[in-house]
């Protein structure tokens, strides 16, 4: 069973750039979907970005300003963050799930998650 570990986060002013990295240990993601989902305190765990098949959606607080992509082996899966805001401040996660939904239940085999800070 794949396991994801993402990486990458930290602590950056804001209007910086940061890249988040999902990695499948122990295999690759085979074309699976996988999203990015984040959580800031005492909020819900909220879809940003998800790839499948090519194709990819946003959440419109970050299109235009984070990039989701996946390298040739399918074993990592990329969020390129850019123009950082204090409220891109969250816990972020990476998630395998079914292709065409946003929906954070409907995805699985989380990460430990990686945490982003932007300071403003």
């Known amino acids: 069973q794949v396991q994801l570990v993402e990486s990458g986060g930290g602590l950056v002013q804001a209007g910086g750039s940061l890249r988040l990295s999902c990695a499948a240990s122990g295999g690759s993601f085979s074309g699976l979907p996988v999203g990015w989902f984040r959580q800031a305190p005492g909020k819900d765990r909220d879809f940003v970005a998800a790839i499948w098949f090519g194709r990819t959606k946003y959440a419109d607080s970050v299109r235009g300003r984070f990039t989701i992509s996946r390298d040739n082996a399918e074993t990592t899966v990329y969020l390129q963050m850019d123009r950082l805001k204090p409220e891109d401040t969250a816990i972020y996660y990476c998630?395998?799930?079914?292709?065409?939904?946003?929906?954070?239940?409907?995805?699985?085999?989380w990460g430990q998650g990686t945490q982003v800070t932007v300071s403003s």
């Open positions: 998630g395998i799930g079914p292709p065409l939904t946003t929906t954070e239940s409907d995805f699985g085999s």
